[in-house]
């Protein structure tokens, strides 16, 4: 297992994956890999809600939708035909303040 999947160090954003994070996702396509809690990963679909603790996804082939916690989740999410790591806990604020999170504060911080 990678030190990533293992919650280990990872990587910091770019400054262009955090400019593209900084935009719309939705409607971008996603590939879960890691999600604590959820079965019948990897799931791969298409991002059609966010709020502050979870992902909506639908599933192609699938009626319902998937509700994802972005606590611990980890993927790639495929914005302006790049592949970007997606993180959980990176995206955990609400949609609207993304934008000022990404730019100024960076990443959500547990108490």
Known sequence: MSPDAEGGSERPLTHEEVAAL???ILGA???IEVAPGVV???LRGEL???TLHTLVLRIAGHERLRRIPKHGLRGTI???GRQLPLRGDT???RP???TKRL???GPRRSP
Do not use: C, I
Request: hydrophobic share 40%.
């Open 22 to 24: 900084r935009g719309e």
């Open 103 to 105: 730019t100024f504060a």
């Open 40 to 42: 019948g990963l990897p």
């Open 78 to 80: 495929l914005l302006g």
């Open 48 to 50: 059609v809600d966010e």
């Open 91 to 93: 995206l955990r604020v």
């Open 29 to 31: 396509g996603v590939v």
């Open 96 to 98: 609207e303040d993304r």
